[in-house]
C-alpha cells in the first residue's frame, strides 16, 4: 500500500514536536497555591440566587447604572454558596443579599470616589449613622442596608447583630481609606495596602451570621480567645488576597492601588506574574498558620466554637473556587504567567 507525503514524512522523522502549552496567571496560581479546604456548596444555591435578584429589585437597586451588569459577572448568591456551604436557607439568604449589597456598595463608592471625592463622605456617612445611630436612610443605597439591617438583627442576638453592624462599619471606613490612597500622589507601601484591603475586603461582618447559624451561641471566652482573634485575622486575609490574585489583571488596568499582587509588583518592581508568585507565598503562610493553630485549640471548643471556625474556613476555601471561576475576573485566565 502507497503513502502519501504527509504519512512517508511522519515515518522518516516522527510526529511533529508539541508547542508547550503558555502557562496562564490562573494556572500559574492554581499550581503553587496551598489550598487544604476541599471544595463544597449549599444545597439552598439555587433558591438563593432567585432570591438575590428578587431582595435587589425590590430594594431598587436593579435600576440603579451597572448593576444589572454587575450580577452577571459576579454571582453574589455562588459566592455565598460556596463560603456557607452549612448554613441554612434563611441564613443564606442574608449572606447572598449582604454580597450583593456590598458589590454594588462597592464598585459606586470606588466610581465616586474616583470621579467626585467630595460626594464620597456623604455616602459613607450615611451608612455609619444607620448602623451606629439607627438614623433613616435617604437614599436607595442606604435604604437597602437598613433593610439589610433589619433581617440580621430579626435572625441574630442583640449582642450578634451589634458585631454585624461594627464590622460593617469599619467596612465603611475602609472605603474612606481606599479613596484617599487612590487619590494620593504616592503609591502605599505593601503594609499600608495590606491594612487597607482587610478592611474593604468586608468579609468579617459576615462572621456573626456563623455565629447566629449554631444551634447555640458560642461561649465569649471562645469568640474572643486570643487564637480565635489570629484565626479570624488570618482567614479574612487569606481569603481576599486569594480573590486580589485573580482580580489583579482587572485591577491594573483600571489602575486601582488596593491589590496585594500590584502591592507587590510596586515594592519590588517586578512582573505581574512574578508578583503574584510572591502574593502566592504569603497566602499560603497565612493559611499554614491558620491550619496550625486551629490544630492547637481546637480539642477546646464546643461545637458551636467547631462551626464559627467552619465559616472562617469557607471563606478561604470559597473565595479561591468563586476566584478562579467568575466572569468578573476572566482576564486572569487568559494571560500569559511569562516573566
Not at 165 to 176: F, N, S
Amino acid at each position: 500500500m502507497s503513502m502519501t507525503h504527509e504519512e512517508s514524512t511522519l515515518a522518516a522523522h516522527g510526529p511533529p514536536p508539541v508547542t508547550p502549552h503558555a502557562m496562564t496567571l490562573k494556572e500559574l496560581v492554581d499550581a503553587h497555591l496551598s489550598m487544604p479546604f476541599v471544595f463544597r456548596r449549599n444545597r439552598h444555591e439555587a433558591a438563593a440566587v432567585a432570591g438575590v435578584e428578587e431582595w435587589l429589585r425590590a430594594r431598587g437597586l436593579t435600576g440603579e447604572p451597572g448593576v444589572t451588569a454587575m450580577l452577571s459577572s459576579t454571582r453574589p448568591a455562588v459566592l455565598a454558596s460556596y463560603t456557607s456551604p452549612d448554613v441554612d436557607a434563611d441564613i443564606l439568604r442574608i449572606v447572598a443579599n449582604q454580597i450583593a449589597y456590598q458589590f454594588v456598595f462597592d464598585d459606586r463608592a470606588e466610581e465616586v470616589g474616583r470621579r467626585w471625592p467630595d460626594r464620597l463622605l456623604p455616602m459613607l456617612c450615611e451608612s455609619v449613622a444607620i448602623l451606629r445611630d439607627g438614623r433613616p436612610p435617604t437614599t436607595v443605597l442606604g435604604a437597602a442596608l437598613a433593610d439589610l439591617y433589619r433581617q440580621v438583627q430579626e435572625r441574630c442576638t442583640p449582642a450578634q447583630a451589634a458585631r454585624w453592624a461594627w464590622a460593617a462599619r469599619e467596612y465603611v471606613h475602609g472605603l474612606l481609606y481606599e479613596s484617599v490612597a487612590q487619590n494620593g500622589p504616592l503609591p502605599l507601601r505593601t503594609g499600608l495596602c495590606t491594612a487597607v484591603r482587610s478592611l474593604t475586603a468586608g468579609v468579617e461582618p459576615f462572621y456573626p451570621l456563623y455565629e447566629a447559624a449554631q444551634p447555640v451561641e458560642p461561649a465569649p471566652e471562645e469568640l474572643h480567645h486570643p487564637v480565635m482573634r489570629r484565626l479570624n485575622r488570618l482567614s479574612v486575609d487569606a481569603a481576599v488576597w486569594t480573590a486580589d490574585l485573580f482580580s489583579a489583571v482587572k485591577e491594573q488596568r483600571a489602575g486601582d492601588m488596593i491589590n496585594l499582587a500590584l502591592a507587590h509588583q510596586r515594592a519590588h518592581r517586578c512582573s505581574l506574574p512574578a508578583a503574584v508568585t510572591l502574593a502566592v507565598q504569603q497566602i499560603n503562610d497565612a493559611i499554614s498558620e491558620f491550619e496550625s493553630l486551629y490544630a492547637e485549640i481546637e480539642p477546646t471548643l464546643s461545637p458551636a466554637g467547631l462551626g464559627y471556625v467552619d465559616g472562617m474556613i469557607g471563606w478561604i476555601r470559597g473565595c479561591y473556587h468563586w476566584s478562579r471561576t467568575v466572569p468578573r475576573y476572566a482576564d486572569t485566565a487568559s494571560t500569559p504567567a511569562l516573566p
